[in-house]
């Protein structure tokens, strides 16, 4: 990245204010921080890219907290009731490596350290859950972190509430800076932590006054500290390069009962004597003078990633202070009623009989083929679900009528009571979907919300990231087509398939009748290595499936009626074209046209099938491929030759049955444009 | 005026009554409970001539509550707009009529932007306000001199878009900005208390704006606000409290006025109790004629401003009148052709970002209207060059510090070219694009000219790792209609795509750049090859075509060097460029076949695969990206990913050998 370093004579006031803060005699702490910076520069230096400048001037405030605060035991970094560090502010990833490196974490060693930046290094660039156990989450998209954070501390409650205080009482820290505070994600997330008063939560905010272009007056200006304040927060403002002045303020943010907002002043790039508080130290290395000069000025006067014994003792006795509370933490778990299934949960098992109810209700609607919306379906299979899995969590944005996502007698989680199990997160999609990245990484918790299928682009960011991270983190997407009708283009999802399809491991449904909602959703919950998208009908559907044995959709797409006699066509579908399709059978074979229907409700299932059930199923046959949706993708499945009924724009406002027939998506229209094919 | 202000507000009422009623669907709560905020602006405040929408100088107003729809359907025809007659109102939300369920962008008939996705309203409204500054400082206050108005719910607040928007409007001193918010304490879930409890004024005065606090329903309050909003050099928020379904007598005040069912027993009463005996979708005609006259209340301005046009030099005047039309000035593409022309001769090989700086350069310096702009990456993408910041004081800057904030900076960009006058864009990392998303699907709806211009576009961004690195976007992009998209393979065809990109009027554009440098693929320069989206850049030689590698981007030049490799050993490949498939697509049949041609066909892409079966077949080898990138040197990771010639040049051989 090209690097705005100041110019050798601009005047550079955050120069004097650094002064006088390394005239300050050095205590034992600032050396602890001094050996934050100093890996940080090194790695940074060695990598020949990366981020010293955030690392550098927070590493105060992250000595007071890992020193004194944070509740953790590097020994067992996945310790359930470990208070939860979230570095939103992920370009500083070198800061996080820093620190689990000095505080004794295995996997973390200096040689890792030294490979930085390199193909398979636990030290990515930025932080990656499942490189390390002590990454809490993948951080570096700005403003994901924070969210995240609100979710884990919602989470904390939630379990806090289930369990008790005895196996879950920790808090969830965080470290953004001007470019997460400026995302509107902040917005959504501070917003409802405030409204939840989620008083364990603590943002360490790096008010540093600087960001890439330079200096926030740039673009800005607001008042960060009132803003928070207005969403219920408590803030303060602090000296983050005053560790016992950072010590008050975090004592104080322990007896909050608001979640709070620490304003650390700091100096980025503190220590480096010509681009401190510029963006100059923001995202390059220093360069071998900047870099020794501000180790000089540490007094830091070590070869590059050696840190002296007197300081990594000290450092590693801070990995060992959370020991003794973990151990009695052991003993209470031991000792506790709940303690099978406080396991349970946190390990993402799901409940010995939770499949149960729900396979009763497949029964059910083999029996009596009910004609559903899908989304109506998915109401159905929660009311199955929801009391068999006490480790859902339900949700919607703002849209609970609609997304039917909620369950009769299932209370709502409120300020001051999270015994609820549904969570109103307000017109905030975007901050719904990453608090519920944060829910899932917290443990114990799988959460599941609704918006309307169109406003998934809304919360893209953070779905991308669940399926980096491999989440268990279910997304109910009703209104899935031009089938809502008279809310017009806007609400119409056309592309928003093809576009969550492209997303690397997620798996999307897009069930077409009630049974096949059910077993969607059978399959989302099981899904624990990755999230999953359930898009689903405003309209009704009529019924297609009368057997409920085996799980038919596990396979991703399957014959649901096989043609007559030979086929001379296959008609696949998915989600309310099934019924089309099998509408336009009908009429084809009334003709003497042997026709088979198949339905694909997930791409990602049927694609990981073997080549022969796939061959098998998609037949040899002219290929139909009926969705209410661009074509985008379906060559796959359709080869050259294929046919394709569905959209090829945006939609229009009207009755659903006028803008169908309007846009040609019938099963006449289909029937039609078989026979014109098979001449 | 002689009519009783309330009585013009239960018009608004009773028009979107009957017309939910009729249609037994919609949300009555919105045009209910905000008719008299709208009573205050329509007819005492709005700069507008429904004889002329597209008055240049008019005041922009946004529903961005875009829900309550037919307060805007009912406005425009009581003020007289032609294209909204009676028999629209009556056919709301029926196939083909002007009165669908959201706005739907038609300035033409008085709808400035198409809402309904909560909060990009009130972004658009916050980019035509920057729009009317920047045109201002051009032509002059006599010529531009409007007000941005939008009327907003809870739920556009609740957005984050909206906080983007807030905080960089009170840092940019947007003062002819207003935000009228319609502030029922309600939302689709029901009260606002069971998702939300901040002060949210207080939010609005952190973000230096003025906040005023009024009775919603006082028409005199509203309208006094607004005259305080006029006067302060900040934006506004009046907060406008109301009762939402504001005349439904046991509905108002709940959420079942959000959207519930208006049955005739609902209607009747709301008859009864705001004293209107008139039958469904009748105006009285002296209600009627007073809003006539508020619709022609402009009319002294708006002749006063011809005055003003007519009487402008004549190089001021034609400006005008092309920055009106949107045309753009003559000899605007001469800079980006003479480029394309010395990177040809050169063979230009330099970072993707820098080449798409460069060419922007040239286009601002070409486009004097052009608007430029990033969130909080100018050092990485380098698009500042020559241009200076429009700020709070310098009005005539070209170039926008969005912060990091790209859904604002797309919604505002929307906002901008709806507006007129300017042509918008803003560069960010490709992989962030997802934040600003929602914004480019407006733009395609809307059919606006924005150029959103991308760098750093695939794992060839290295260390910074797979949070970084996008595979999933080229699919994502190309699946929104109405959008092309461009990823071009060196400096010439970047220029190529520049002028096309710039060029279509009809809709938005995104522009793909790497990180990395890009490899000089084309040593010509003259016919602008990217217009027909995909081409064939290197015949096979020595032979018929055994294979056709086909590529995009950067891995043109990888292309290229597979088909090196393998004529070495005398197998005939050609190389297809295709730095726009919208525009392939709408090439003729036969054109499209000679260049895919007969013989096998290998795609080549750092990306995923989705959408490439149509080119290469489900069975065509394709050279990607199956899954998330990863951190690590640049090198490392194509090889890792094998996304090398080596690799290309091996899938052809293995297709070539026999069939997949
Ligand atoms: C969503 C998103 N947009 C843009 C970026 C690119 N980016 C990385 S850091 C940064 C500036 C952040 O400024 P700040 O948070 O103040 O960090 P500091 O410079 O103080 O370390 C930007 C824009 C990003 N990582 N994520
Ligand atoms: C981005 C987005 N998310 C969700 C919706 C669905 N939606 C439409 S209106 C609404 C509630 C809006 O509340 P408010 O703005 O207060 O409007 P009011 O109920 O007062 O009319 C919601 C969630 C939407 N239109 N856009
Ligand atoms: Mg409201």
Same mark, same amino acid.
């Given at each position: 990245?090209?690097?705005?370093?100041?110019?050798?004579?601009?005047?550079?006031?955050?120069?004097?204010?650094?002064?006088?803060?390394?005239?300050?005699?050095?205590?034992?702490?600032?050396?602890?921080?001094?050996?934050?910076?100093?890996?940080?520069?090194?790695?940074?230096?060695?990598?020949?890219?990366?981020?010293?400048?955030?690392?550098?001037?927070?590493?105060?405030?992250?000595?007071?907290?890992?020193?004194?605060?944070?509740?953790?035991?590097?020994?067992?970094?996945?310790?359930?009731?470990?208070?939860?560090?979230?570095? *939103?502010?992920?370009?500083?990833?070198?800061?996080?490596?820093?620190?689990?490196?000095?505080?004794?974490?295995?996997?973390?060693?200096?040689?890792?350290?030294?490979?930085?930046?390199?193909?398979?290094?636990?030290?990515?660039?930025?932080?990656?859950?499942?490189?390390?156990?002590?990454?809490?989450?993948?951080?570096?998209?700005?403003?994901?972190?924070?969210?995240?954070?609100?979710?884990?501390?919602?989470?904390?409650?939630?379990?806090?509430?289930?369990?008790?205080?005895?196996?879950?009482?920790?808090?969830?820290?965080?470290?953004?800076?001007?470019?997460?505070?400026?995302?509107?994600?902040?917005?959504?997330?501070?917003?409802?932590?405030?409204?939840?008063?989620?008083?364990?939560?603590?943002?360490?905010?790096?008010?540093?006054?600087?960001?890439?272009?330079?200096?926030?007056?740039?673009?800005?200006?607001?008042?960060?500290?009132?803003?928070?304040?207005?969403?219920?927060?408590?803030?303060?403002? +602090?000296?983050?390069?005053?560790?016992?002045?950072?010590?008050?303020?975090?004592?104080?943010?322990?007896? *909050?009962?608001?979640?709070?907002?620490?304003?650390?002043?700091?100096?980025?790039?503190?220590?480096?004597?010509?681009?401190?508080?510029?963006?100059?130290?923001?995202?390059?290395?220093?360069?071998?003078?900047?870099?020794?000069?501000?180790?000089?000025?540490?007094?830091?006067?070590?070869?590059?990633?050696?840190?002296?014994?007197?300081?990594?003792?000290?450092?590693?006795?801070?990995? !060992?202070?959370?020991?003794?509370?973990?151990?009695?933490?052991?003993?209470?778990?031991?000792?506790?009623?709940?303690?099978?299934?406080?396991?349970?949960?946190?390990?993402?098992?799901?409940?010995?009989?939770?499949?149960?109810?729900?396979?009763?209700?497949?029964?059910?609607?083999?029996?009596?083929?009910?004609?559903?919306?899908?989304?109506?379906? *998915?109401?159905?299979?929660?009311?199955?679900?929801?009391?068999?899995?006490?480790?859902?969590?339900?949700?919607?944005?703002?849209?609970?009528?609609?997304?039917?996502?909620?369950?009769?007698?299932?209370?709502?989680?409120?300020?001051?009571?999270?015994?609820? !199990?549904?969570?109103?997160?307000?017109?905030?999609?975007?901050?719904?979907?990453?608090?519920?990245?944060?829910?899932?990484?917290?443990?114990?918790?799988?959460?599941? *919300?609704?918006?309307?299928?169109?406003?998934?682009?809304?919360?893209?960011?953070?779905?991308?990231?669940?399926?980096?991270?491999?989440?268990?983190?279910?997304?109910?997407?009703?209104?899935?087509?031009?089938?809502?009708?008279?809310?017009?283009?806007?609400?119409?999802? +056309?592309?928003?398939?093809?576009?969550?399809?492209?997303?690397?491991?997620?798996?999307?449904?897009?069930?077409?009748?009630?049974?096949?909602?059910?077993?969607?959703?059978?399959?989302?919950?099981?899904?624990?290595?990755?999230?999953?998208?359930?898009?689903?009908?405003?309209?009704?559907?009529?019924?297609?499936?009368?057997?409920?044995?085996?799980?038919?959709?596990?396979?991703?797409?399957?014959?649901?009626?096989?043609?007559?006699?030979?086929?001379?066509?296959?008609?696949?579908?998915?989600?309310?074209?099934?019924?089309?399709?099998?509408?336009?059978?009908?009429?084809?074979?009334?003709?003497?046209?042997?026709?088979?229907?198949?339905?694909?409700?997930?791409?990602?299932?049927?694609?990981?099938?073997?080549?022969?059930?796939?061959?098998?199923?998609?037949?040899?046959?002219?290929?139909?491929?009926?969705?209410?949706?661009?074509?985008?993708?379906?060559?796959?499945?359709?080869?050259?030759?294929?046919?394709?009924?569905?959209?090829?724009?945006?939609?229009?406002?009207?009755?659903?049955?006028?803008?169908?027939?309007?846009?040609?998506?019938?099963?006449?229209?289909?029937?039609?444009? +078989?026979?014109?094919?098979?001449? | 005026?002689?009519?009783?202000?309330?009585?013009?507000?239960?018009?608004?009422?009773?028009?979107?009554?009957?017309?939910?009623?009729?249609?037994?669907?919609?949300?009555?709560?919105?045009?209910?409970?905000?008719?008299?905020?709208?009573?205050?602006?329509?007819?005492?405040?709005?700069?507008?001539?429904?004889?002329?929408?597209?008055?240049?100088?008019?005041?922009?107003?946004?529903?961005?509550?875009?829900?309550?729809?037919?307060?805007?359907?009912?406005?425009?025809?009581?003020?007289?707009?032609?294209?909204?007659?009676?028999?629209?109102? /009556?056919?709301?939300?029926?196939?083909?009529?002007?009165?669908?369920?959201?706005?739907?962008?038609?300035?033409?008939?008085?709808?400035?932007?198409?809402?309904?996705?909560?909060?990009?309203?009130?972004?658009?409204?916050?980019?035509?306000?920057?729009?009317?500054?920047?045109?201002?400082?051009?032509?002059?206050?006599?010529?531009?001199?409007?007000?941005?108005?939008?009327?907003?719910?809870?739920?556009?607040?609740?957005?984050?878009?909206?906080?983007?928007?807030?905080?960089?409007?009170?840092?940019?001193?947007?003062?002819?900005?207003?935000?009228?918010?319609?502030?029922?304490?309600?939302?689709?879930?029901?009260? #606002?208390?069971?998702?939300?409890?901040?002060?949210?004024?207080?939010?609005?005065?952190?973000?230096?704006?003025?906040?005023?606090?009024?009775?919603?329903?006082?028409?005199?309050?509203?309208?006094?606000?607004?005259?305080?909003?006029?006067?302060?050099?900040?934006?506004?928020?009046?907060?406008?409290?109301?009762?939402?379904?504001?005349?439904?007598?046991?509905?108002?005040?709940?959420?079942?006025?959000?959207?519930?069912?208006?049955?005739?027993?609902?209607?009747?009463?709301?008859?009864?109790?705001?004293?209107?005996?008139?039958?469904?979708?009748?105006?009285?005609?002296?209600?009627?004629?007073?809003? /006539?006259?508020?619709?022609?209340?402009?009319?002294?301005?708006?002749?006063?401003?011809?005055?003003?046009?007519?009487?402008?030099?004549?190089?001021?005047?034609?400006?005008?009148?092309?920055?009106?039309?949107?045309?753009?000035?003559?000899?605007?593409?001469?800079?980006?052709?003479?480029?394309?022309?010395?990177?040809?001769?050169?063979?230009?090989?330099?970072?993707?970002?820098?080449?798409?700086?460069?060419?922007?350069?040239?286009?601002?310096?070409?486009?004097?209207?052009?608007?430029?702009?990033?969130?909080?990456?100018?050092?990485?993408?380098?698009?500042?060059?020559?241009?200076?910041?429009?700020?709070?004081?310098?009005?005539?800057?070209?170039?926008?510090?969005?912060?990091?904030?790209?859904?604002?900076?797309?919604?505002?960009?929307? &906002?901008?070219?709806?507006?007129?006058?300017?042509?918008?864009?803003?560069?960010?990392?490709?992989?962030?694009?997802?934040?600003?998303?929602?914004?480019?699907?407006?733009?395609?709806?809307?059919?606006?000219?924005?150029?959103?211009?991308?760098?750093?576009?695939?794992?060839?961004?290295?260390?910074?790792?797979?949070?970084?690195?996008?595979?999933?976007?080229?699919?994502?992009? /190309?699946?929104?209609?109405?959008?092309?998209?461009?990823?071009?393979?060196?400096?010439?065809? $970047?220029?190529?795509?520049?002028?096309?990109?710039? &060029?279509?009027?009809?809709?938005?554009?995104?522009?793909?750049?790497?990180?990395?440098?890009?490899?000089?693929?084309?040593?010509?320069?003259?016919?602008?090859?990217?217009?027909?989206?995909?081409?064939?850049?290197?015949? $096979?030689?020595? &032979?018929?075509?055994?294979?056709?590698?086909? $590529?995009?981007?950067?891995?043109?030049?990888?292309?290229?060097?597979?088909?090196?490799?393998?004529?070495?050993?005398?197998?005939?490949?050609?190389?297809?460029?295709?730095?726009?498939?919208?525009?392939?697509?709408?090439?003729?049949?036969?054109? /499209?076949?000679?260049?895919?041609?007969?013989?096998?066909? #290998?795609?080549?892409?750092?990306?995923?695969?989705?959408?490439?079966?149509?080119?290469?077949? $489900?069975?065509?080898?394709?050279?990607?990206?199956?899954?998330?990138?990863?951190?690590?040197?640049?090198?490392?990771?194509?090889?890792?990913?094998?996304?090398?010639?080596?690799?290309?040049?091996?899938?052809?051989?293995?297709?070539?050998?026999?069939?997949?």
């Amino acid at each position: 990245m090209a690097s705005l370093a100041p110019s050798p004579d601009a005047p550079n006031p955050a120069l004097d204010a650094q002064a006088a803060i390394l005239a300050r005699p050095a205590t034992e702490e600032r050396r602890m921080a001094d050996a934050i910076r100093a890996l940080a520069i090194d790695a940074v230096e060695k990598a020949k890219s990366g981020h010293p400048g955030m690392p550098m001037g927070m590493a105060d405030v992250a000595t007071v907290l890992f020193t004194r605060f944070l509740k953790f035991d590097a020994s067992d970094p996945r310790w359930p009731d470990r208070d939860r560090f979230v570095l *939103s502010a992920g370009h500083g990833s070198m800061l996080l490596y820093a620190l689990l490196h000095l505080t004794g974490h295995a996997g973390m060693g200096i040689e890792e350290l030294q490979r930085f930046r390199q193909l398979h290094s636990p030290a990515a660039g930025h932080p990656e859950y499942g490189e390390h156990p002590g990454i809490e989450t993948t951080t570096g998209p700005l403003g994901q972190g924070l969210a995240n954070a609100v979710g884990m501390a919602l989470a904390e409650r939630i379990l806090a509430a289930r369990f008790g205080k005895s196996l879950v009482d920790h808090r969830t820290w965080v470290i953004a800076g001007d470019g997460c505070m400026q995302e509107g994600i902040s917005h959504e997330a501070a917003s409802l932590a405030g409204h939840l008063q989620l008083e364990k939560l603590c943002v360490l905010y790096d008010d540093n006054s600087v960001t890439i272009d330079g200096g926030t007056d740039l673009s800005f200006t607001d008042d960060t500290l009132k803003r928070f304040q207005a969403y219920g927060w408590a803030v303060r403002r +602090v000296d983050g390069h005053d560790a016992a002045a950072v010590e008050a303020a975090l004592a104080w943010a322990m007896r *909050s009962r608001r979640p709070v907002l620490l304003a650390c002043r700091t100096i980025i790039g503190f220590s480096a004597p010509t681009k401190a508080g510029t963006a100059g130290s923001h995202g390059s290395p220093l360069g071998p003078n900047e870099a020794a000069a501000a180790k000089s000025a540490l007094g830091w006067n070590y070869p590059p990633f050696e840190v002296p014994d007197g300081i990594r003792a000290r450092w590693e006795e801070a990995g !060992r202070r959370g020991a003794g509370t973990r151990r009695a933490w052991l003993k209470r778990l031991a000792k506790h009623p709940m303690q099978a299934e406080f396991e349970r949960a946190v390990a993402g098992r799901l409940p010995e009989a939770w499949h149960e109810p729900l396979a009763e209700l497949r029964q059910k609607h083999a029996v009596d083929r009910p004609k559903l919306a899908t989304r109506v379906a *998915s109401q159905k299979a929660l009311e199955a679900l929801v009391p068999a899995v006490p480790e859902m969590i339900g949700g919607s944005a703002d849209l609970t009528g609609s997304n039917n996502t909620n369950v009769k007698g299932v209370p709502s989680i409120a300020r001051g009571n999270f015994a609820g !199990r549904y969570v109103h997160y307000g017109v905030r999609e975007h901050g719904m979907a990453a608090a519920m990245n944060g829910m899932a990484l917290h443990g114990g918790i799988i959460p599941y *919300s609704g918006t309307f299928l169109v406003f998934a682009d809304y919360m893209r960011p953070a779905i991308r990231l669940a399926a980096l991270m491999r989440q268990r983190v279910i997304h109910v997407l009703t209104h899935d087509s031009i089938g809502l009708g008279e809310d017009g283009p806007t609400h119409q999802p +056309v592309e928003t398939l093809a576009s969550l399809r492209a997303i690397p491991n997620l798996v999307v449904f897009r069930p077409g009748d009630a049974m096949e909602t059910a077993e969607c959703w059978e399959l989302a919950v099981k899904r624990a290595d990755g999230p999953t998208v359930l898009a689903l009908s405003r309209q009704n559907l009529a019924a297609f499936r009368s057997d409920a044995g085996e799980n038919r959709c596990a396979r991703g797409g399957y014959v649901v009626e096989e043609a007559s006699g030979p086929r001379r066509a296959t008609l696949i579908a998915t989600g309310s074209e099934v019924g089309t399709a099998l509408a336009a059978r009908a009429a084809l074979e009334a003709e003497g046209i042997p026709v088979a229907v198949v339905s694909l409700p997930s791409w990602e299932l049927f694609a990981a099938q073997d080549a022969s059930y796939q061959a098998q199923v998609l037949g040899e046959a002219l290929r139909v491929g009926i969705e209410a949706a661009i074509p985008f993708g379906w060559e796959r499945w359709l080869g050259p030759e294929g046919l394709f009924v569905g959209m090829h724009g945006f939609g229009a406002s009207a009755p659903a049955e006028d803008l169908f027939r309007h846009f040609g998506i019938t099963a006449e229209a289909v029937a039609n444009a +078989v026979k014109k094919r098979l001449g | 005026m002689s009519v009783d202000p309330r009585r013009l507000a239960h018009a608004i009422r009773f028009l979107a009554m009957d017309a939910c009623e009729r249609v037994g669907e919609g949300h009555p709560g919105t045009p209910l409970g905000a008719a008299d905020i709208a009573t205050a602006l329509f007819t005492r405040h709005l700069k507008f001539n429904p004889a002329d929408p597209l008055w240049f100088d008019r005041d922009r107003f946004v529903l961005s509550a875009g829900h309550g729809s037919m307060l805007l359907y009912a406005l425009l025809h009581l003020t007289g707009y032609a294209s909204m007659p009676i028999e629209a109102i /009556r056919s709301f939300r029926e196939l083909g009529s002007a009165c669908e369920g959201h706005p739907e962008y038609c300035p033409a008939h008085g709808i400035e932007a198409t809402t309904g996705p909560l909060g990009q309203g009130v972004a658009n409204a916050a980019g035509m306000a920057v729009a009317e500054a920047f045109l201002a400082a051009q032509l002059g206050p006599g010529i531009v001199d409007h007000r941005s108005y939008a009327i907003l719910g809870d739920g556009c607040l609740q957005e984050g878009v909206a906080q983007e928007v807030t905080s960089l409007a009170g840092h940019l001193r947007l003062g002819k900005l207003c935000w009228l918010w319609d502030d029922n304490h309600m939302t689709d879930d029901g009260a #606002i208390g069971i998702a939300q409890s901040e002060d949210l004024p207080a939010r609005f005065r952190a973000a230096h704006w003025q906040v005023l606090e009024v009775d919603g329903h006082d028409i005199d309050a509203v309208d006094a606000a607004l005259s305080l909003a006029r006067r302060d050099p900040r934006p506004s928020l009046i907060a406008c409290r109301t009762v939402i379904g504001r005349g439904l007598p046991g509905v108002e005040g709940t959420r079942a006025a959000h959207s519930g069912k208006l049955t005739r027993a609902l209607t009747d009463a709301a008859r009864r109790a705001l004293d209107w005996p008139h039958p469904a979708f009748e105006i009285p005609a002296e209600i009627a004629a007073a809003w /006539r006259e508020a619709g022609r209340r402009s009319l002294p301005d708006y002749d006063a401003w011809r005055g003003r046009v007519a009487a402008l030099p004549v190089e001021k005047r034609r400006l005008l009148d092309r920055l009106r039309e949107g045309r753009l000035p003559a000899g605007w593409a001469d800079g980006l052709r003479a480029y394309a022309g010395r990177a040809a001769a050169e063979g230009l090989t330099q970072h993707g970002w820098k080449t798409c700086g460069e060419l922007v350069d040239l286009a601002a310096a070409a486009i004097p209207e052009m608007l430029a702009g990033a969130p909080d990456l100018e050092a990485a993408t380098q698009h500042k060059r020559r241009l200076h910041a429009f700020t709070a004081k310098d009005r005539a800057g070209r170039y926008l510090h969005y912060g990091v904030r790209e859904h604002a900076m797309g919604s505002m960009l929307n &906002g901008i070219a709806a507006h007129g006058g300017v042509v918008p864009s803003g560069v960010t990392y490709l992989v962030f694009s997802d934040y600003e998303r929602p914004a480019f699907r407006m733009a395609a709806m809307m059919g606006l000219p924005v150029l959103f211009a991308f760098t750093h576009d695939s794992i060839g961004i290295g260390r910074n790792g797979p949070t970084h690195q996008p595979v999933e976007y080229l699919a994502s992009l /190309r699946a929104i209609p109405n959008l092309l998209v461009f990823r071009p393979a060196d400096a010439v065809e $970047a220029a190529e795509c520049w002028e096309l990109a710039i &060029g279509h009027r009809g809709g938005p554009s995104c522009l793909i750049f790497a990180r990395q440098p890009q490899m000089a693929v084309r040593r010509e320069a003259g016919e602008n090859r990217s217009a027909r989206g995909a081409y064939v850049i290197a015949e $096979a030689e020595g &032979g018929p075509r055994a294979a056709t590698i086909l $590529a995009t981007g950067t891995e043109v030049a990888l292309a290229l060097q597979a088909r090196a490799l393998l004529a070495a050993e005398g197998l005939s490949v050609a190389v297809v460029s295709m730095p726009c498939w919208e525009l392939f697509e709408q090439q003729p049949r036969d054109y /499209r076949a000679a260049v895919l041609g007969e013989a096998p066909r #290998i795609g080549v892409e750092a990306a995923v695969r989705l959408g490439w079966d149509r080119w290469i077949g $489900a069975e065509g080898p394709f050279i990607g990206m199956s899954g998330f990138g990863a951190s690590g040197a640049e090198e490392d990771l194509w090889r890792h990913f094998g996304i090398t010639a080596e690799a290309v040049a091996a899938a052809v051989r293995a297709r070539v050998a026999g069939p997949a």
